[in-house]
């Protein structure tokens, strides 16, 4: 018997926390997936069954794991792995495919890592809430996106509680954290005006050089291209939901000069400011 449920999250600009697509399978014996690579992190947890992994750790080795019911496992992006169903007990699971900026900064707090893909809960009850956020989200693809983000952000705290170690990584990362949340914060409030990020350092009490290397750490991205990347997000909110021209546009979110803001548009989106319009709008 084999059963599946599969939708594609409605691609929309999350920048924190992003969906993209979400499932729930209900193997035959011996079934096989990949080998493959994901351009976004992906997590499993088996609901009832086995199976095995193989994916590849930090050093490019293939190392096999072998999984049941009640555990589940990571896969990060450019990661190359293979599942398989258990021949006797063939697994029955349920994934997500995520990403963002926050995904990063969150992991860490679970000790999941390239050496260490594979779930283990510290709580049966927070095991519970992850598994039913994740069925939640695949059994509710009509909701609306804001409806399905709510859920997969419970998700995110439930799988971050239910791991050991989280209270020393929190304990750890609580300055760094302090400081990453005042960097953004001052970004969300000056980002259109012309800051740099000498400015978000010195907001923070930093000198750059190891401003930027704690943020890279924490968001996977260098500073300069969240930033670009954040101004980028609030000019296809402007776009879709004003009638402001491209120059005003580009001028709310720091870019002054017009060509420049087309030309760093195009390089995120790929196609124009006024082409992302007429795509995206009806007005």
Known sequence: MHDIIYSIFPQENFIDLSLYQYGWE???PLHLYGPAKRNHFLFHYVISGAGTLTARNKKGENVTYRIKSGQGFLLYPGQE???MADKEHPWEYTWLEFDGLKVKESLDLTGFSLDNPIY?????DLQEKTKNEMLYIVNNNTASVFHLMGHLYLFFDFLIKSMKGNSESLKSNTLREFYMKESISFVEQNFQNNITIEDLAENVGLNRSYFSKIFKKSFGQPPQLFL????MSKATELLRM???SI???GDAVGYPN???FSRTFKNVYGI???QWRNAHCNH
């Open 228 to 231: 670009m990347n954040y101004r």
């Open 258 to 260: 017009q060509l420049h």
């Open 120 to 124: 283990h809960s510290v709580s049966k």
């Open 81 to 83: 792995a293979t599942y």
């Open 242 to 244: 004003t009638n402001l």
């Open 26 to 28: 209900l193997c035959e």
């Open 272 to 274: 124009s400011p006024r």
């Open 247 to 249: 120059a005003d546009i």
